[in-house]
């Protein structure tokens, strides 16, 4: 069972280039999120959709979108990367009715 | 608002030695409690959760009790090991809620 699966694992930008995270669960989820994580602040919400064909801005939404493409996949768009989003983005995942939330492994994106 | 408060460390200790991170929470209402742990390099994993008031959440020698009147949910292990070194994040949902809440994390250093 793989759980929640996120690609790339790494990624260099240059600043102004665009890129797509990819998140894929295999639990059979209605929620997932995706979060950032910053050195002294935790996780941060940037979008979450609670069921396929729904999203909603979390904390800091600025500067991405999501699209819930199906039950089990959710990516995160950079439109035009700027050097304030390198940081660790991972995505996670919750049963309805469920409080506890799976995570991916993280993306480690650094923006030039 | 909902917000969680915990010890941002680093902690370093000695093998075999006692842990307590503390962590301090702000919600309305009854908020189900979780402590996540992040080893290096990986995604956070669910360590162990209270979901009411005096439930004891336990996993792997760690503890940590629901305090509701001191809107507590402190960590605790009696004998840390080197493996147990990695960052702890404390959070909070509410009931059924969508948007989790975490602490800015923990880095716990264990020393052989």
């Known amino acids: 069972n793989a759980g929640v699966t996120q690609t790339p694992k790494f990624q260099v930008l240059k600043t102004g280039q665009s890129m797509t995270l990819q998140c894929a669960q295999d639990?059979?989820?209605?929620?997932m999120y995706w979060y950032r994580q910053d050195p002294g602040m935790g996780l941060r919400l940037i979008y979450y959709s609670a069921s396929e064909g729904t999203t909603d801005k979390g904390e800091v939404p600025n500067g991405y979108n999501v699209s819930r493409l199906n039950k089990r996949e959710f990516s995160l768009r950079l439109e035009s990367a700027a050097p304030s989003q390198t940081s660790v983005y991972f995505c996670?995942?919750?049963?309805?009715?469920?409080?506890?939330?799976?995570f991916g492994p993280g993306t480690r994106l650094t923006v030039l | 608002g909902n917000s969680v408060t915990q010890m941002e460390g680093p902690v370093t200790l000695s093998e075999e030695a006692f842990l307590t991170i503390n962590c301090t929470y702000t919600?309305?209402?009854?908020?189900?409690l979780f402590w996540y742990v992040q080893y290096p390099g990986e995604g956070l994993q669910l360590l162990l959760k209270a979901t009411k008031a005096d439930d004891k959440g336990s996993n792997k020698g760690f503890e940590a009790t629901y305090r509701k009147e001191t809107t507590s949910f402190h960590l605790e292990k009696g004998s840390v090991q080197v493996s147990d070194s990695a960052v702890y994040f404390c959070a909070l949902t509410p009931i059924y809620g969508q948007n989790f809440v975490f602490g800015p994390g923990t880095r716990l250093s264990v020393l052989p």
């Open positions: 639990m059979n989820h209605n929620s």
């Open positions: 996670a995942s919750r049963a309805e009715k469920a409080d506890t939330q799976y």
């Open positions: 919600a309305t209402g009854y908020p189900s």
